[in-house]
């Protein structure tokens, strides 16, 4: 994860220094890039938020258990 971070504020201090330059193509191609990298970032927070939540599995009841049911006559 650090690592993406690293990519990402590399990639925002390209795309300054590509404004300064006067380098529009390199710009639009840099902000591709930052787009895919911000989207992957997401992913991993809401993936890392998911395996912090409690699920809930229930308790079964003794008969959604036991192997047989006893019918009544």
């Not at 970032?41 to 192997?67: C, T, V, Y």
Request: proline fraction near 3%; aromatic fraction near 2%; charge should be negative.
């Amino acid at each position: 994860m650090k690592r993406r971070l690293k990519i990402h504020d590399n990639l925002v201090a390209r795309i300054e220094e590509a404004k300064c330059e006067g380098w529009l193509g390199d710009v639009e191609g840099l902000e591709i890039h930052l787009a895919g990298a911000t989207q992957k970032l997401a992913q991993l927070d809401a993936e890392a938020d998911r395996k912090q939540q409690a699920i809930n599995l229930g308790m079964p009841s003794f008969l959604d258990s036991a192997a047989v049911k006893t019918a009544t006559p």
